[in-house]
């Protein structure tokens, strides 16, 4: 092997080759793309009228993806044009859900469309909805842009985003984008169609932060419980997180609370800082809603940090949102409650001892979350192996402990993938072997019957009390007359 020595470089070698990995350095963000839109809310035609603007370093067709058109994202796109910088047509051709406009040349493009809603009050708060008084929408029933997965395939630089928004006078705006002189500026491209957008003259905005991240908290609507009220559990769910889980992945945080349908209420996280919270005008903030509310906080760390399998971010979510509700509250009857609630679901699922829940998920088994394993054996398997774990190390761990490890192994990806086996490698780990992992196995992995008996012990383990389930008659202490001496 030829050894060579590189001298040392004196002079102007030095800021010669700085100017020039300077300039390669512009050079290369000069050639990143740029995607402008201008909405302008059209209130008497429910509808938004967006215009669009792709510069673009490299010639050919350009394939945007419209908005679902399937329930609940609730809109419509129409008469989608394109043209040149110059104004001279480009063809475009609709294939199933993606718009391809033709363009041999590089340079920019626009593209123009009409956004029509369906609905005056949004289903949930994954969909959309447009009337005389407000908009709330799930962005990716908006926008029709480029799919960021294709980007991701080629490893190519999604193009810069900014969108510039008009809404009526008087209307107050929110979004889950940082802003900059009137211009939202989204992070990226999953950040363009994983965010809310909401606009109502109405609105209430209240800001503040938990452990130094910054939380925008925008609600719409009279209920029957005060708006201090929602800002204490939505603070709660962020500092109870904290604690557990760590640091709060985003930047800043955004929830939306927004009047919804008679008889539905919904809650999500859109991308990773966005969280619409669309209940019915009757709702009342007690236990389901405040549930509700620690359930979507905590997709923060799960669903938004961590990507895995749907069990975990959306079952065992759901019972650290149970458990650190109700530890907050000093109540832990609410989380047996929730347990106990989710045990009858469970019994009412015909599949339950057919399917894993990994089976159910393969199948994509239709159905809320009341008639899905994921979600309701997902919750019990999260106390179960919470509990199994506590009683193996005599309290010194917790299932706290294996969450902790699995995000930080999914903060060194960029996926942020991880698999059902690393997950159960690392809580049988930290349940020190042999019982947490049969548990595993029986429980996760398997389709025996889960016991009611089983699910009382739990929370015997938990909480330290033994708290029956409802209906049945407490326990009667028995006085013992101590025997004469």
Known sequence: MKT???RPLHGAAVPALLMLAMATTAQAAQQRDTLV???????RRAQLVIEARLTRAEPGAVVLAAPPGSRPAGTTVAGLTATDDGGSPLAVRRTGSAFTIEAASSGAIRFRYRLS????????????????????????????????????????????????VAVPAGWRLVTGWESEGGEHRPASGDDLLGATIAAAADFRIYLDSVAGKPFLLAIRGRRYFTDSALVAVVQASLRRGVEAFGPIPA?????????????????SLEGVASIGLVWEPSELLELPRSHDTFH????????????TERWWTEGVTDYFAARLYAEWKQRPEDLAALCYESYKNY?????RTRMTMADENRRHVGGDNTELL??????????LLDAA???????????????????AMAAERSSRRVRDSEIRSIVVEVGGGGTVARLWDRVVGGVSPLAQTEITEALRDVTGRTLDPPGQPKRRKVLRVAPHR
């Open 4 to 6: 060579v020595l590189c």
């Open 37 to 43: 839109y201008d909405l302008a809310v059209v209130p």
């Open 389 to 407: 774990i506590r009683r193996a190390t005599a309290g010194r761990a917790t299932l706290d402990h294996a969450a902790r490890r699995l995000l």
């Open 374 to 383: 994921v979600y309701r054996k997902g919750m019990l398997a999260g106390l």
């Open 296 to 307: 979507e906080t905590l997709h923060l760390w799960f669903g938004g940090a961590i990507e």
């Open 347 to 351: 019994l009412a699922i015909e599949h």
């Open 251 to 267: 930047a800043r945080v955004t929830y939306t609370s927004e009047l919804g349908r008679k008889g539905r209420s919904s809650g």
């Open 117 to 164: 809603f369906q609905r005056r009050v949004a289903d949930g708060s994954t969909g959309a909805a447009l009337d005389s008084t407000r908009l709330y929408a799930a962005t990716r029933s908006v926008f029709v842009a480029p799919e960021p997965a294709s980007y991701r395939k080629t490893s190519r630089a999604y193009p810069i985003v900014r969108v510039r």
